[in-house]
């Protein structure tokens, strides 16, 4: 076989032994350079999947039972703008998405891409959203837990359980309250790459609505350029009043 060839049928995720051993034989440098790449590629995979099954270590115990449970998770707590997103997602137990994990982790793209396969994949989804009146109403804490109840509620199929990345959620559910949950629990991670993505999306669209905030960029928070617009325009209608140094601009109180 040609190199190219070679190169070709190494791209595969799994290869016949029996093929892998006769190009193993083979003393072309670049045969050979290849195969230690192929082997790298496979070492890496094979510690992904490890450590992806060993997030589902809290989810087993609940399948165990024949219950269903859901992983809940939030993203916007510390922006100066913009609402504040909850997700929940039941994951089925054959579900595969190698990638899946917390999402803070993840490069914007790589949660793009994943989002509508976890939408798919999933046995349901829900979202939460509260928005900046409510965090200055009651607080970034309640309004986020809010945020939470209604993730939940909002899913088709009611879990017999959840999952809760350090905080409890005030529904009528057993919890379990994990420190830096979405990095121990693939339906943690998959709530918050839901809860990121549909975030994100929210501060693309008004971005539009408010060009001179960059609200495409920082998605709300403090940056060197959020701040600048702040200072020469003063607060949109989507900013939390009550964060500093929003607060400071209209004499408000901090959040709690």
């Given at each position: 076989?040609?190199i190219?060839e070679?190169k070709?049928?190494?791209q595969?995720?799994?290869i016949?032994?029996?093929i892998l051993a006769e190009?193993?034989?083979d003393?072309?440098?670049g045969?050979?350079k290849l195969?230690?790449s192929?082997?790298r590629?496979?070492?890496?995979l094979?510690?992904?999947?490890?450590?992806?099954l060993?997030?589902?270590s809290y989810?087993?115990?609940?399948?165990?039972k024949g219950?269903?449970v859901g992983g809940v998770?939030e993203?916007?707590?510390g922006?100066?703008?913009?609402?504040?997103?909850?997700?929940a997602?039941i994951?089925?137990?054959?579900f595969?998405?190698l990638?899946?994990?917390?999402?803070?982790?993840?490069?914007?793209q790589k949660?793009?891409?994943?989002?509508?396969?976890?939408?798919?994949?999933?046995?349901a989804?829900?979202v939460?959203?509260m928005?900046?009146?409510?965090?200055?109403?009651?607080n970034i804490y309640?309004?986020?837990r809010?945020a939470?109840?209604q993730?939940?509620?909002?899913l088709s199929t009611?879990?017999d359980a959840?999952?809760v990345d350090a905080m409890n959620?005030p529904?009528?559910l057993?919890?379990?309250?994990l420190?830096?949950?979405?990095?121990k629990?693939?339906?943690?991670?998959?709530?918050?790459i839901?809860a990121?993505?549909f975030?994100?999306?929210?501060?693309?669209?008004?971005?539009?609505?408010?060009?001179?905030y960059a609200?495409?960029h920082?998605?709300?928070y403090?940056t060197?350029?959020?701040?600048e617009?702040?200072?020469k325009?003063?607060?949109t209608?989507i900013?939390?009043l009550?964060?500093?140094p929003?607060?400071?601009?209209?004499?408000l109180?901090?959040?709690?």
């Amino acid at each position: 076989m040609k190199i190219n060839e070679i190169k070709d049928l190494l791209q595969a995720d799994s290869i016949d032994p029996a093929i892998l051993a006769e190009l193993a034989k083979d003393d072309r440098k670049g045969v050979q350079k290849l195969l230690v790449s192929y082997q790298r590629r496979q070492e890496k995979l094979a510690k992904q999947k490890e450590e992806f099954l060993g997030r589902f270590s809290y989810e087993k115990d609940f399948w165990a039972k024949g219950q269903l449970v859901g992983g809940v998770d939030e993203v916007g707590r510390g922006p100066l703008a913009g609402p504040v997103v909850a997700a929940a997602v039941i994951l089925p137990e054959d579900f595969s998405l190698l990638e899946v994990n917390d999402s803070k982790k993840l490069s914007p793209q790589k949660r793009l891409a994943l989002y509508p396969k976890i939408l798919q994949e999933a046995v349901a989804v829900g979202v939460g959203v509260m928005d900046n009146k409510v965090i200055d109403q009651i607080n970034i804490y309640e309004a986020d837990r809010l945020a939470m109840k209604q993730a939940v509620e909002a899913l088709s199929t009611r879990p017999d359980a959840l999952l809760v990345d350090a905080m409890n959620v005030p529904v009528d559910l057993p919890q379990l309250e994990l420190i830096k949950g979405d990095a121990k629990s693939n339906s943690i991670a998959a709530a918050s790459i839901v809860a990121k993505v549909f975030r994100d999306s929210l501060m693309d669209d008004y971005a539009r609505l408010y060009p001179d905030y960059a609200f495409d960029h920082n998605a709300g928070y403090g940056t060197k350029n959020h701040l600048e617009a702040l200072r020469k325009y003063g607060p949109t209608p989507i900013h939390r009043l009550t964060f500093s140094p929003v607060s400071e601009m209209v004499g408000l109180k901090k959040a709690d």
